[in-house]
């Protein structure tokens, strides 16, 4: 935990938060430190995002009008003619859970990260991204020594790491996985960073990054088009707002799924006593994953689906959260899903599997038509109250997102803890008619039929929360142990 009189930033690496406190240090924004932080953990987090990824930011408070900036994964074109190859499923042992993820050219999305990153500096930033982006691809080519959290995400993602030559020359250099305290270097992505400073998003998505990307697929059977990339943009959004007891919850819209779910399950909560118990908590989980049926999926996409979906109903990624010293909050969550194991020669970039998330994917895979953002749950998300920023956060965890930013806020709002509690107390999980629960969570009160699989200690399987909190004019912050979080103050 941090608490500052300036700004702070929480996210998933300590180098990563450091980077964005070191924007503040210089007088950057909150928006400058997001894009600063998100830089380096290109090269500290790279199993959870990169260059070849996507995500979302949320800007409100400080006097600027709350804007989502969508640069999420697009689904690519398939040409339906038998040329493509199918996904690989690899098993992930989470220790007390395991889950099936899918790899290889076949999963590979439009990537967003470059056009969001240079956006948000267009429309937000105060700084130049050369001065934002330098020390993320000196981190690159330097090195970075493996820390515990990246050791074990390498180690459960051992399958997917050595999947191609590309990848295992990164991450088995000597012939075993990488381990803490061993060094990690990606000098292409060096480059990658300093073009991405020096010309834009265009070499990315027009230009011969672009046309590198896109012969390394096609030759391994991948559906990822020159036109998918040259058509790419990043979207402007405005958020959901739904208020939750006396505050004002700003997150993720349509057509990301994680926000509209979480409004869903605070709205219910907001009907009910606060606190509410733990089985009102379940409730409320298990009704947002209730509505993840056909119509839900296909109809995010729909001009107005949000309104009318509440009003009928209510009558690998990593996280960085920003409070900066005029109460502007960035809160900004990017996805590598676990990567494809596909790495580009010459460009450093992994690229997404996103297209091979069975979490993203809950109608089958490639059902999505070409150009369509993926619905993610992904949910950057800040409490207002009174006008003014209370808390940003956000979290990884694909579906667990959802039930971790829920606990989050109903531990700020309703118990009146301070972050590091929210943050650090344990969690639950309900999908598929099984509660997941973390040690220390009291299950007395709860249907005696409730199938429960309870974790020997906290777990990454539960989120990474990374957040920050701003009581009066003190900010403070708080990283989620479960993916080795830190908060730096300024």
Not at 55 to 79: C, H, I, K, N, S
Not at 130 to 146: E, K, N, S
Request: proline share 6%.
């Amino acid at each position: 935990m941090a608490v500052a009189e300036k700004g702070v930033v929480a996210a998933g690496h300590p180098l990563t938060a450091e980077a964005g406190a070191r924007v503040l240090r210089e007088g950057g924004n909150a928006i400058d430190a997001a894009v600063g932080a998100m830089l380096v953990s290109f090269a500290t987090e790279p199993l959870l995002t990169g260059l070849g990824a996507g995500g979302y930011m949320l800007v409100a408070g400080g006097g600027r009008e709350p804007t989502l900036l969508d640069f999420f994964v697009q689904a690519p074109t398939r040409t339906g003619d038998g040329s493509e190859v199918e996904l690989h499923g690899i098993d992930v042992s989470f220790g007390d859970a395991a889950q099936v993820f899918h790899i290889g050219a076949a999963s590979c999305g439009v990537y967003g990260t470059p056009a969001g990153v240079c956006e948000a500096v267009r429309r937000w930033g105060t700084m130049g991204l050369d001065d934002l982006a330098a020390p993320a691809a000196r981190l690159a080519r330097d090195g970075v020594l493996l820390n515990a959290g990246q050791a074990y995400v390498a180690k459960i993602l051992a399958d997917l790491l050595t999947s191609t030559p590309e990848c295992a020359a990164l991450w088995a250099p000597d012939g075993h996985i990488l381990r803490e305290g061993e060094m990690l270097r990606n000098p292409d992505l060096s480059d990658a960073l300093a073009r991405l400073a020096a010309d834009g998003p265009d070499p990315f998505y027009r230009g011969d990054i672009a046309a590198a990307v896109c012969a390394w697929l096609r030759a391994r059977g991948g559906s990822l088009t020159s036109a998918d990339l040259a058509g790419y943009r990043a979207i402007e959004r405005a958020p959901v707002q739904i208020g939750y007891r006396d505050r004002e919850i700003l997150t993720n819209p349509p057509p990301s799924a994680g926000g509209t779910l979480l409004a869903y399950s605070l709205a219910l909560l907001d009907r009910g006593p606060s606190p509410p118990t733990l089985g009102g908590v379940v409730k409320a989980m298990a009704a947002a994953q209730s509505e993840r049926t056909p119509e839900f999926v296909e109809g995010l996409d729909q001009d107005g689906f949000l309104e009318r979906f509440l009003a009928t109903r209510l009558g690998s990624t990593t996280h960085i959260s920003v409070i900066d010293a005029d109460g502007c909050a960035c809160s900004a969550t990017c996805t590598n899903g676990e990567g494809s194991g596909v790495v580009v020669p010459g460009t450093g970039i992994h690229l997404n599997n996103v297209m091979g998330e069975e979490d993203l994917n809950p109608l089958g895979f490639h059902r999505h038509p070409p150009g369509r953002r993926m619905p993610s749950m992904m949910a950057p998300s800040v409490v207002m109250r009174d006008g003014a920023v209370e808390l940003v956060l956000g979290s990884a965890g694909s579906n667990r997102i959802r039930s971790a930013l829920l606990q989050t806020i109903v531990a700020v709002v309703d118990h009146g803890m301070g972050v590091r509690d929210a943050v650090y107390a344990p969690r639950v999980h309900f999908e598929n008619g099984v509660l997941f629960a973390e040690p220390g969570v009291d299950l007395t009160g709860l249907d005696p039929d409730t199938r429960i699989v309870r974790f020997g200690e906290r777990n990454l399987f539960f989120g990474g929360v990374q957040a920050a909190q701003r009581r009066g004019s003190v900010p403070s912050g708080a990283g989620d142990p479960r993916r080795g979080g830190v908060a730096v103050s300024v």
